[in-house]
Protein backbone atom coordinates (compact mmCIF):
# COMPACT_ATOMS: atom_id res chain seq x y z
CA UNK A 1 0.00 0.00 0.00
CA UNK A 2 3.38 2.39 0.44
CA UNK A 3 5.33 2.26 -2.22
CA UNK A 4 8.88 1.55 -1.50
CA UNK A 5 10.10 4.24 -3.52
CA UNK A 6 8.04 6.91 -1.95
CA UNK A 7 9.99 9.38 0.14
CA UNK A 8 9.13 9.30 3.53
CA UNK A 9 11.41 11.24 6.15
CA UNK A 10 12.74 8.66 8.87
CA UNK A 11 11.14 11.14 11.34
CA UNK A 12 7.94 10.87 9.24
CA UNK A 13 5.02 8.52 10.55
CA UNK A 14 3.03 6.83 8.01
CA UNK A 15 0.53 4.31 9.44
CA UNK A 16 0.00 1.37 7.72
CA UNK A 17 -2.82 0.61 5.60
CA UNK A 18 -2.01 4.46 4.33
CA UNK A 19 -2.09 4.85 0.34
CA UNK A 20 0.96 6.20 -1.01
CA UNK A 21 2.31 6.48 -4.33
CA UNK A 22 5.73 5.97 -5.53
CA UNK A 23 6.20 10.39 -6.03
CA UNK A 24 4.64 11.01 -3.24
CA UNK A 25 7.44 13.13 -0.86
CA UNK A 26 6.91 13.32 2.94
CA UNK A 27 8.92 15.13 4.76
CA UNK A 28 10.17 15.49 8.16
CA UNK A 29 8.01 15.12 11.50
CA UNK A 30 4.56 14.37 9.57
CA UNK A 31 1.69 12.30 10.06
CA UNK A 32 -0.13 9.67 7.90
CA UNK A 33 -3.13 7.92 9.22
CA UNK A 34 -3.92 4.35 8.30
CA UNK A 35 -6.91 5.30 5.36
CA UNK A 36 -5.50 8.07 4.06
CA UNK A 37 -4.60 8.20 0.69
CA UNK A 38 -2.06 10.34 -1.23
CA UNK A 39 -1.86 10.48 -5.41
CA UNK A 40 1.39 11.41 -7.63
CA UNK A 41 3.24 13.63 -7.00
CA UNK A 42 1.30 15.30 -3.90
CA UNK A 43 4.43 16.90 -1.20
CA UNK A 44 3.99 17.06 2.12
CA UNK A 45 6.52 19.56 3.33
CA UNK A 46 6.96 19.22 7.30
CA UNK A 47 4.90 19.06 10.54
CA UNK A 48 1.97 17.80 8.38
CA UNK A 49 -1.00 16.39 9.76
CA UNK A 50 -3.57 13.54 6.94
CA UNK A 51 -5.55 11.80 9.45
CA UNK A 52 -9.18 10.34 8.94
CA UNK A 53 -10.29 9.04 5.80
CA UNK A 54 -8.78 11.45 3.44
CA UNK A 55 -8.07 10.91 -0.35
CA UNK A 56 -5.55 13.77 -1.60
CA UNK A 57 -4.99 13.83 -5.46
CA UNK A 58 -2.25 14.93 -7.43
CA UNK A 59 0.23 17.53 -7.72
CA UNK A 60 -0.46 18.98 -4.58
CA UNK A 61 2.00 21.00 -2.20
CA UNK A 62 0.85 20.77 1.72
CA UNK A 63 3.24 23.57 3.85
CA UNK A 64 4.05 23.19 7.49
CA UNK A 65 1.88 22.54 10.55
CA UNK A 66 -1.50 22.25 8.04
CA UNK A 67 -3.86 19.57 9.51
CA UNK A 68 -6.26 17.75 6.79
CA UNK A 69 -9.13 15.13 7.85
CA UNK A 70 -9.03 15.54 11.44
CA UNK A 71 -12.04 15.47 13.82
CA UNK A 72 -14.78 18.69 13.37
CA UNK A 73 -15.48 20.83 15.79
CA UNK A 74 -19.30 20.16 15.32
CA UNK A 75 -20.56 18.79 19.18
CA UNK A 76 -22.71 16.68 17.05
CA UNK A 77 -19.91 14.53 15.84
CA UNK A 78 -19.80 10.98 17.20
CA UNK A 79 -17.40 9.66 15.34
CA UNK A 80 -18.95 8.93 12.05
CA UNK A 81 -17.05 7.42 9.48
CA UNK A 82 -17.14 10.65 7.36
CA UNK A 83 -14.13 12.08 4.98
CA UNK A 84 -12.39 15.11 3.30
CA UNK A 85 -11.57 14.66 -0.70
CA UNK A 86 -8.76 16.66 -2.13
CA UNK A 87 -8.27 17.36 -6.06
CA UNK A 88 -5.15 17.89 -7.42
CA UNK A 89 -2.33 20.84 -7.70
CA UNK A 90 -3.63 22.69 -4.99
CA UNK A 91 -1.55 25.01 -2.98
CA UNK A 92 -2.33 24.29 0.81
CA UNK A 93 -0.06 26.79 2.73
CA UNK A 94 0.87 26.84 6.81
CA UNK A 95 -1.62 26.09 9.08
CA UNK A 96 -4.55 25.59 6.89
CA UNK A 97 -7.25 23.09 8.35
CA UNK A 98 -9.77 21.31 6.49
CA UNK A 99 -11.80 19.45 8.96
CA UNK A 100 -14.21 16.05 7.83
CA UNK A 101 -17.74 15.70 7.24
CA UNK A 102 -20.77 15.11 9.42
CA UNK A 103 -24.06 12.18 9.06
CA UNK A 104 -26.06 15.64 9.13
CA UNK A 105 -24.07 16.97 5.80
CA UNK A 106 -23.17 14.79 3.01
CA UNK A 107 -20.43 12.91 5.18
CA UNK A 108 -17.68 14.90 2.90
CA UNK A 109 -16.30 17.85 2.96
CA UNK A 110 -14.61 18.28 -0.56
CA UNK A 111 -11.66 20.62 -2.17
CA UNK A 112 -11.39 20.63 -5.73
CA UNK A 113 -8.23 21.61 -8.32
CA UNK A 114 -5.97 24.66 -8.55
CA UNK A 115 -6.78 26.30 -5.16
CA UNK A 116 -4.84 28.39 -3.33
CA UNK A 117 -5.43 28.04 0.60
CA UNK A 118 -3.41 30.89 2.04
CA UNK A 119 -1.74 30.73 5.79
CA UNK A 120 -4.48 29.96 8.19
CA UNK A 121 -7.19 29.48 6.52
CA UNK A 122 -10.19 27.25 8.40
CA UNK A 123 -12.46 24.83 6.12
CA UNK A 124 -15.26 23.84 8.14
CA UNK A 125 -16.78 20.15 8.05
CA UNK A 126 -19.42 19.82 5.22
CA UNK A 127 -17.57 22.64 2.75
CA UNK A 128 -17.78 22.17 -0.61
CA UNK A 129 -14.82 23.69 -2.69
CA UNK A 130 -14.60 24.10 -6.15
CA UNK A 131 -11.72 25.01 -8.40
CA UNK A 132 -9.74 28.03 -8.92
CA UNK A 133 -10.68 29.14 -5.95
CA UNK A 134 -8.48 32.05 -3.49
CA UNK A 135 -8.77 31.75 0.00
CA UNK A 136 -6.67 34.39 1.94
CA UNK A 137 -5.22 34.79 5.22
CA UNK A 138 -7.28 33.81 7.88
CA UNK A 139 -10.78 33.20 6.17
CA UNK A 140 -12.73 30.96 7.83
CA UNK A 141 -15.59 29.04 6.99
CA UNK A 142 -18.10 27.99 8.80
CA UNK A 143 -19.74 24.38 8.17
CA UNK A 144 -21.50 23.39 5.15
CA UNK A 145 -20.76 26.29 3.07
CA UNK A 146 -20.57 26.19 -0.68
CA UNK A 147 -17.87 28.38 -2.66
CA UNK A 148 -18.27 27.73 -6.04
CA UNK A 149 -15.75 27.97 -8.85
CA UNK A 150 -13.15 30.99 -9.67
CA UNK A 151 -13.99 32.68 -6.40
CA UNK A 152 -11.71 34.71 -4.47
CA UNK A 153 -12.05 35.41 -0.49
CA UNK A 154 -10.02 38.02 0.87
CA UNK A 155 -8.26 38.11 4.36
CA UNK A 156 -10.11 37.85 7.80
CA UNK A 157 -13.03 36.98 6.09
CA UNK A 158 -15.36 34.70 8.16
CA UNK A 159 -18.15 33.01 6.29
CA UNK A 160 -21.60 31.70 8.38
CA UNK A 161 -22.59 28.51 8.28
CA UNK A 162 -24.91 27.06 5.11
CA UNK A 163 -23.90 30.15 2.85
CA UNK A 164 -23.33 29.90 -0.95
CA UNK A 165 -20.76 31.42 -2.25
CA UNK A 166 -21.49 31.98 -6.54
CA UNK A 167 -19.04 31.54 -9.20
CA UNK A 168 -16.87 34.42 -10.13
CA UNK A 169 -17.08 36.15 -6.61
CA UNK A 170 -14.95 38.38 -5.23
CA UNK A 171 -15.13 38.80 -1.30
CA UNK A 172 -12.97 42.15 0.19
CA UNK A 173 -10.95 41.28 3.34
CA UNK A 174 -12.53 41.81 6.88
CA UNK A 175 -15.91 41.10 5.95
CA UNK A 176 -18.41 39.16 7.28
CA UNK A 177 -20.61 36.92 5.00
CA UNK A 178 -23.76 36.27 6.78
CA UNK A 179 -26.25 35.47 3.19
CA UNK A 180 -25.59 33.96 0.17
CA UNK A 181 -23.50 35.71 -3.05
CA UNK A 182 -24.77 35.79 -6.32
CA UNK A 183 -22.55 34.62 -9.35
CA UNK A 184 -19.65 37.64 -10.58
CA UNK A 185 -20.65 39.90 -7.69
CA UNK A 186 -18.35 42.30 -5.90
CA UNK A 187 -18.66 42.47 -2.36
CA UNK A 188 -17.12 43.54 1.46
CA UNK A 189 -18.27 44.79 4.73
CA UNK A 190 -19.62 43.00 8.39
CA UNK A 191 -22.27 42.54 6.90
CA UNK A 192 -21.00 41.95 3.16
CA UNK A 193 -22.95 44.09 0.73
CA UNK A 194 -23.01 43.99 -2.75
CA UNK A 195 -20.96 46.90 -4.79
CA UNK A 196 -20.90 45.87 -8.25
CA UNK A 197 -19.56 43.16 -10.60
CA UNK A 198 -16.38 41.37 -10.55
CA UNK A 199 -15.80 43.05 -14.09
CA UNK A 200 -11.38 42.77 -13.57
CA UNK A 201 -11.56 39.50 -12.76
CA UNK A 202 -13.92 38.49 -15.68
CA UNK A 203 -12.04 40.04 -18.20
CA UNK A 204 -8.83 37.81 -17.01
CA UNK A 205 -10.77 35.17 -17.84
CA UNK A 206 -11.74 35.84 -20.99
CA UNK A 207 -15.16 37.05 -20.71
CA UNK A 208 -15.90 39.20 -23.85
CA UNK A 209 -18.07 42.44 -24.38
CA UNK A 210 -21.42 40.66 -24.62
CA UNK A 211 -20.45 38.50 -21.57
CA UNK A 212 -19.43 41.36 -19.27
CA UNK A 213 -23.08 42.98 -20.72
CA UNK A 214 -25.57 40.05 -19.56
CA UNK A 215 -23.64 40.00 -16.28
CA UNK A 216 -24.10 43.76 -15.41
CA UNK A 217 -28.11 43.20 -16.66
CA UNK A 218 -28.70 40.63 -14.44
CA UNK A 219 -26.94 42.63 -11.53
CA UNK A 220 -28.99 45.36 -11.97
CA UNK A 221 -32.49 43.57 -12.10
CA UNK A 222 -31.14 42.12 -8.80
CA UNK A 223 -30.55 44.70 -7.56
CA UNK A 224 -31.59 47.99 -8.92
CA UNK A 225 -34.82 47.83 -10.69
CA UNK A 226 -36.80 47.49 -7.47
CA UNK A 227 -38.11 44.04 -8.55
CA UNK A 228 -39.20 41.58 -5.72
CA UNK A 229 -36.47 38.78 -5.64
CA UNK A 230 -39.10 36.37 -6.55
CA UNK A 231 -39.76 38.87 -9.88
CA UNK A 232 -36.34 38.99 -10.07
CA UNK A 233 -35.28 35.21 -10.68
CA UNK A 234 -38.22 35.02 -13.15
CA UNK A 235 -36.47 37.61 -15.51
CA UNK A 236 -33.58 36.40 -14.92
CA UNK A 237 -34.32 32.46 -15.61
CA UNK A 238 -35.38 33.50 -19.17
CA UNK A 239 -32.53 35.71 -19.89
CA UNK A 240 -30.62 32.65 -18.70
CA UNK A 241 -32.45 30.16 -21.67
CA UNK A 242 -30.53 32.48 -23.98
CA UNK A 243 -27.08 33.41 -22.50
CA UNK A 244 -24.62 30.53 -20.91
CA UNK A 245 -23.35 32.86 -18.62
CA UNK A 246 -26.38 32.96 -16.86
CA UNK A 247 -27.14 29.93 -16.45
CA UNK A 248 -24.85 29.96 -13.53
CA UNK A 249 -27.54 32.05 -11.48
CA UNK A 250 -29.93 29.66 -11.81
CA UNK A 251 -28.01 26.90 -10.20
CA UNK A 252 -27.32 29.63 -7.44
CA UNK A 253 -31.12 30.09 -6.73
CA UNK A 254 -31.91 26.60 -6.33
CA UNK A 255 -29.08 25.78 -3.62
CA UNK A 256 -29.53 29.61 -2.00
CA UNK A 257 -31.43 28.91 1.22
CA UNK A 258 -29.90 31.63 3.59
CA UNK A 259 -31.39 34.38 1.02
CA UNK A 260 -28.82 36.75 -0.82
CA UNK A 261 -27.56 40.01 0.29
CA UNK A 262 -28.86 42.91 -0.44
Keep these: MIDSTAFIHPSAIVEDGAVIHASVYIGPFCYVGPKVKIYEGTILKSHVVVNGITKIGCNNK ?122 YVLAQGNHAIPFGINTKGLKRRGFDKEALHMVRNVYNILYRSGQTLGDAKLEITKLAKRHADIKLFIDFFNRSKRGIIR
Excluded at 91 to 112: F, P
Excluded at 170 to 182: A, E, L, T
Design 62 to 183: IYQFSSIGEVNQDLKYASEPTCVEIGDRNLIREHVTIHRGTSQGANLTKVGSDNLLMINAHIAHDCIIGNHCILANNVTLGGHVMVDNFTTIGGMTAVHQFCVIGAHVMVGGCSGVVQDIPP
